[in-house]
């Protein structure tokens, strides 16, 4: 009998690839369960509409009744979270629907693993919530718990109900803690995409503050294979950090993206920063790397180009995204950024 795996927030950036990287490598059958925010979109998986081990439900994680009742038809064995509110920014505006998925969400798929025979939970959770670190060191496993915004405050809070829900009640839940991913299918709201798209268009980018923060960069791809090896290998009631070893700061990317496109350093702004914006991620891996085997395969200067050719070749995704009307709300406050600029 073939695995069969529920994945929450599936129609997003990551689960949309975790979903085309399983189906492709491995033999699941694979329920998308998604609530089609502004983040979620179907196009993401165009390709697999007519696929035999795929499936979709348009559905809320914070509603029991729906997921009990999906359960009842598909009785799957696994549940891999994917899905939550994600924009740190969005956070600091209104957390109330960050708590209210990250959250509850969480909470109503515990409930369900509990109610339901699943072999492995998989939450998928962040290196923000372990906040910020200084000039040197890295997060580990067992750095504690220092979220800065409302986003990463509630990932920990899920965080820890899937700590309480393993040891209460022995639900197979594991926790994975990977750094910023980079790819295709990623809403231009977050740094890379909207650095890409605003030099394909010759549009201002805003750089928050100085642009020295670090992130640790990884491949979509490769983030996606991580959790495959959990799902296959890791151990109960354990965490998993994921990172592939990449600190840049923010001002060298863009000017790499820029370089890359033939565009001028003139369209970067610097921009009123981001409050408590955190000033370095770095991913130590080493226990996925030494107990499951896990490598990354993509280096920086590959993804990055990989990344910004298929930005330019899906203009249709791309057009699609622009012209919808949830993107409204980023381009208010995308306006309002740029009416901040620090350094003109
Ligand atoms: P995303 O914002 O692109 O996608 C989130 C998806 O969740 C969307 O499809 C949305 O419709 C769905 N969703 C939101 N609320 C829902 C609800 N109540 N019920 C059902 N579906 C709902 O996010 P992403 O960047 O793909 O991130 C996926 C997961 O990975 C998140 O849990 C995030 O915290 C985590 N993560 C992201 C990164 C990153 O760099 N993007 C890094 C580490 C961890
Ligand atoms: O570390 C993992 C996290 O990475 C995930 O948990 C989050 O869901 C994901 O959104 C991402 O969070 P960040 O806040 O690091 O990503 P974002 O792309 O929003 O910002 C990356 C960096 O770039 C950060 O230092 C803020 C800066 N930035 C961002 C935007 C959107 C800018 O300077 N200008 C911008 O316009």
Redesign the pocket.
């Given at each position: 009998m073939k695995l069969k795996l529920f994945v929450?927030?599936?129609?997003?950036?990551?689960?949309?690839?975790f979903i085309r990287i399983a189906l492709e490598t491995q033999d699941y059958n694979i329920v998308n369960?998604?609530?089609?925010?502004?983040?979620?979109?179907l196009e993401?998986l165009k390709d697999l509409e007519n696929n035999e081990s795929y499936i979709f439900y348009k559905?809320?994680?914070?509603?029991f009744d729906s997921l009990n009742e999906v359960y009842q038809k598909e009785k799957f064995d696994v549940i891999i979270?994917?899905?939550?509110?994600?924009?740190v920014d969005r956070s600091i505006n209104n957390s109330y629907?960050f708590i209210?998925?990250?959250v509850l969400?969480t909470q109503a798929l515990l409930e369900l693993a509990r109610e339901a025979k699943i072999t492995r939970f998989i939450?998928?959770?962040?290196?923000?919530v372990y906040g910020s670190l200084p000039e040197t060191g890295k997060f580990t496993e067992e750095s504690p718990l220092k979220p800065n915004s409302p986003?990463s405050a509630s990932?920990a809070s899920?965080d820890l109900l899937v700590r309480a829900y393993y040891k209460t009640y022995k639900i197979p839940a594991i926790i994975?803690?990977?750094?910023?991913?980079?790819g295709p299918?990623?809403?231009p709201e977050?740094l890379i995409p909207l650095v890409i798209l605003n030099a394909i268009r010759n549009k201002d980018i805003p750089v928050y503050g100085d642009g020295k923060n670090i992130r640790d960069w990884?491949y979509?791809e490769d983030?996606c294979k991580a959790i495959l090896k959990i799902l296959e290998n890791g151990v109960d009631g354990e965490i998993y950090n994921?990172g592939a070893n990449c600190e840049k700061q923010n001002i060298d990317i863009v000017r790499l993206i820029l370089k890359i496109l033939g565009r001028d350093n003139s369209l970067i702004k610097f921009v009123k920063d981001r409050p408590a914006h955190d000033r370095r991620y770095a991913i130590d891996s080493r226990k996925i790397n030494e107990q499951l085997g896990w490598y990354p395969e993509t280096l920086f200067e590959d993804g990055i180009k990989r990344t910004i050719n298929w930005y330019r070749e899906n203009q249709n995704w791309v057009n699609n995204i622009l012209t919808r009307e949830y993107f409204e709300y980023y381009k208010k406050q995308y306006e309002t950024r740029l009416g901040e600029i620090l350094n003109e």
């Amino acid at each position: 009998m073939k695995l069969k795996l529920f994945v929450t927030g599936g129609a997003g950036f990551i689960g949309s690839n975790f979903i085309r990287i399983a189906l492709e490598t491995q033999d699941y059958n694979i329920v998308n369960y998604d609530k089609l925010t502004y983040a979620g979109n179907l196009e993401n998986l165009k390709d697999l509409e007519n696929n035999e081990s795929y499936i979709f439900y348009k559905g809320d994680i914070t509603d029991f009744d729906s997921l009990n009742e999906v359960y009842q038809k598909e009785k799957f064995d696994v549940i891999i979270n994917f899905a939550a509110e994600t924009h740190v920014d969005r956070s600091i505006n209104n957390s109330y629907p960050f708590i209210h998925t990250n959250v509850l969400g969480t909470q109503a798929l515990l409930e369900l693993a509990r109610e339901a025979k699943i072999t492995r939970f998989i939450q998928i959770s962040t290196d923000e919530v372990y906040g910020s670190l200084p000039e040197t060191g890295k997060f580990t496993e067992e750095s504690p718990l220092k979220p800065n915004s409302p986003y990463s405050a509630s990932k920990a809070s899920a965080d820890l109900l899937v700590r309480a829900y393993y040891k209460t009640y022995k639900i197979p839940a594991i926790i994975t803690r990977c750094s910023n991913n980079y790819g295709p299918y990623q809403f231009p709201e977050k740094l890379i995409p909207l650095v890409i798209l605003n030099a394909i268009r010759n549009k201002d980018i805003p750089v928050y503050g100085d642009g020295k923060n670090i992130r640790d960069w990884i491949y979509v791809e490769d983030h996606c294979k991580a959790i495959l090896k959990i799902l296959e290998n890791g151990v109960d009631g354990e965490i998993y950090n994921i990172g592939a070893n990449c600190e840049k700061q923010n001002i060298d990317i863009v000017r790499l993206i820029l370089k890359i496109l033939g565009r001028d350093n003139s369209l970067i702004k610097f921009v009123k920063d981001r409050p408590a914006h955190d000033r370095r991620y770095a991913i130590d891996s080493r226990k996925i790397n030494e107990q499951l085997g896990w490598y990354p395969e993509t280096l920086f200067e590959d993804g990055i180009k990989r990344t910004i050719n298929w930005y330019r070749e899906n203009q249709n995704w791309v057009n699609n995204i622009l012209t919808r009307e949830y993107f409204e709300y980023y381009k208010k406050q995308y306006e309002t950024r740029l009416g901040e600029i620090l350094n003109e």
